[in-house]
């Protein structure tokens, strides 16, 4: 078992790792602070763990939510299904949520506890590759708008993060390689020997070899960790982790929410930040060529979607929360390992990558 700590100071919170871990004992209780609870969960994910996590809490009154599964879902009618549910069953500020699921259930279980009640505790169970190393971390909550991804949410910190690497094993091989995209991401935005051990590790990762992911991921926690501790609302240093995500948020919203996963558009993001950098003399072309190989071998894309051109990017792009002032802002890699924000791409330049 391995615990990190994200530290906030009085809202400081550990994230545990492990195999196995959602079968421990007295895994919940030192982080519940009342006597009920309500589980949100999906229609995929809740067959599997609910009954686990349950045996668990024993001594609590328990409550479940299952929403229908896909990023379609992380919407303001089924935000607005959880709060009607808190309310018809006379939840109050002592209940605390426990999100269990990926990213999608992750986000809007936190948005819902942060709006309820004006804030109520929750506890993150991460399913995913991706919400694992990645959502679940850091307190960003939200749900999408048909006009933008995560444009409604706030930053709510939870209790504690329970990362069991036993619930990969259910995980559908797609979810599984569009998790490590965010992975790649780390590598990438700051950490070159990260990377380089990702490219030696490849066959280990893809077999699902529980030390090589265990290792992964409390990596990826950790720098996580760090980043949001230093820079909890993204006033600085935080808006590296957007690396592609400027570009791949455009293409969830110009698809429609699903139809590309969140990680898929975020490889295709990070390969025209790269582009993007080698354009503006940031970038060597090999460290293109390098970013492209790893992310094909856990078969992502590395181009857009053939229906999208500059016009479309920059319809979503101009609405993107990370836009400043009127100027779009672009993480882009100056070399593996390292990446910086930049608030001086014009369009011309955005025209020739895309």
């Given amino acids: 078992m391995t615990t990190l700590l994200v530290d906030l100071g009085d809202r400081s919170y550990p ?22 609870v309500c589980i949100v969960s999906n229609t995929i994910v809740h067959p599997l763990y609910a009954d686990t996590i349950k045996q668990q809490l024993t001594d609590y009154l328990v409550d479940e939510i299952i929403l229908p599964d896909g990023e379609a879902e992380k919407s303001l009618s089924n935000f607005e299904k959880i709060m009607s549910h808190l309310l018809a069953n006379g939840h109050g500020r002592d209940t605390t949520l426990i999100a269990l699921g990926g990213g999608v259930i992750g986000d809007i279980t936190g948005f819902a506890a942060a709006c309820y009640q004006r804030g109520i505790d929750f506890i993150q169970v991460p399913t995913t ?86 290792a992964m991921i409390e990596k990826c926690c950790q720098c996580k960790a760090d980043i949001v501790a230093a820079d909890e609302t993204e006033a600085g240093v935080r808006a590296l982790l957007n690396l592609g995500h400027t570009f791949g948020h455009a293409i969830e919203a110009d698809q429609g929410y699903g139809k590309w996963l969140h990680g898929e558009a975020v490889a295709a993001g990070m390969v025209l930040a790269a582009k993007l950098a080698v354009g503006m003399n940031l970038l060597e072309v090999s460290d293109l060529r390098r970013i492209e190989s790893l992310i094909l071998a856990f078969n992502l894309p590395l181009c857009a979607p053939e229906s999208m051109g500059f016009n479309e990017f920059i319809c979503h792009m101009r609405r993107d929360k990370k836009t400043l002032a009127g100027k779009l802002r672009f993480i882009v890699p100056t070399a593996i390992g390292k990446s910086e924000i930049r608030d001086d791409v014009t369009e011309d330049m955005l025209q020739q990558i895309l």
């Fill in 15 to 36: 994230i545990t790792i492990d195999s196995g871990l959602l079968n421990q004992n007295s895994l919940f209780s030192s982080h519940i602070r009342g006597k009920r």
């Fill in 129 to 214: 590759v991706l919400s694992q190393v990645d959502s679940s971390v850091g307190g960003k909550t939200a749900v999408n708008h048909a006009l933008g991804k995560n444009m409604i949410g706030a930053f709510y910190q939870p209790k504690a993060v329970f990362i069991d690497i036993n619930t990969l094993s259910t995980l559908p091989e797609r979810e599984f390689n569009a998790g490590m995209a965010e992975v790649i991401k780390y590598g990438i935005l700051g950490d070159g020997d990260f990377f380089q051990w990702l490219e030696e590790n490849i066959s280990l990762i893809n077999g699902k070899d529980n030390t090589t992911l265990a």
